[in-house]
Antibody, heavy 122, light 107 residues
Framework: EVQLLESGGDLVQPGGSLRLSCAASGFTFSKYAVTWVRQAPGKGLEWVSGIGASGGTTYYAGSVRGRFTVSRDNSKNTVYLQMSSLRVEDTALYYC???????????????WGQGTLVTVSS | DIQMTQSPSSLSASVGDTVTITCRAS??????LNWYQHKPGEAPNLLIY???SLQSGVPSRFSGSGSGTDFTLTISSLQPEDFGTYYC?????????FGPGTKLDIK
């Protein structure tokens, strides 16, 4: 069974840093790209970042570029999202999800975790 | 970035109704369009990928169509469990974007 488990969410002050983790099991992790999607309170889904299967390619939404860094360790079946210079508007539930870009790449996110909550507040 | 719009922003329908949600991209995205259902307290659930392909395990009352810039999600014979918010998402390029969502209530 495919499982994704996010962790690392916490209450942090504006300007602070946090590292989220997404631990995967039940499938060949190294063959799948991974994405981060967030949902702020009362808002819709917002794509945040993506990383290719090998970790060689990374992508960021304009709202987080330069502040967030995505990486992965395929030996640990884990993807990380390093978040710095956090802002109040980064407060959200952060999900990780997987997609297969090896053939036809529609970036369809077919497996999701349950999310980890990040609260940025003084 | 490719901007996505959806209409309506919300709707209410009865069990057994057929519901249609539309999604428009700000530029052509071929068929790189996916649909999700999101219920409170749950992870989003992929319904349709590549504009019209039904994700494994999703009931056949869900269908998608369209290409280029205009897309449609249709839910036939609406069921009580179909409440939630529906999002379209373009995967045409690596800078993925979601639509603003359509909240569906069951009367």
């Amino acid at each position: 069974e495919v499982q994704l488990l996010e962790s690392g969410g916490d209450l942090v002050q504006p300007g602070g840093s946090l590292r989220l983790s997404c631990a995967a099991s039940g499938f060949t992790f190294s063959k799948y790209a991974v994405t981060w999607v967030r949902q702020a309170p009362g808002k819709g889904l917002e794509w945040v970042s993506g990383i290719g299967a090998s970790g060689g390619t990374t992508y960021y939404a304009g709202s987080v570029r330069g502040r967030f860094t995505v990486s992965r360790d395929n030996s640990k079946n884990t993807v990380y999202l390093q978040m710095s210079s956090l802002r109040v508007e980064d407060t959200a539930l952060y999900y990780c999800a997987t997609y297969d870009c090896s053939t036809n790449c529609y970036r369809n996110f077919d497996s999701w975790g349950q999310g980890t909550l990040v609260t940025v507040s003084s | 970035d490719i901007q996505m719009t959806q209409s309506p922003s919300s709707l209410s329908a009865s069990v057994g109704d057929t519901v249609t949600i539309t999604c428009r991209a700000s530029q052509t995205i071929s068929t790189s369009l996916n649909w999700y259902q999101h219920k409170p307290g749950e992870a989003p659930n992929l319904l349709i990928y590549a504009a019209s392909s039904l994700q494994s395990g999703v009931p056949s009352r869900f269908s998608g169509s369209g290409s280029g810039t205009d897309f449609t999600l249709t839910i036939s014979s609406l069921q009580p469990e179909d409440f939630g918010t529906y999002y379209c998402q373009q995967g045409y390029n690596a800078l993925v974007t979601f639509g603003p969502g359509t909240k569906l209530d069951i009367k």
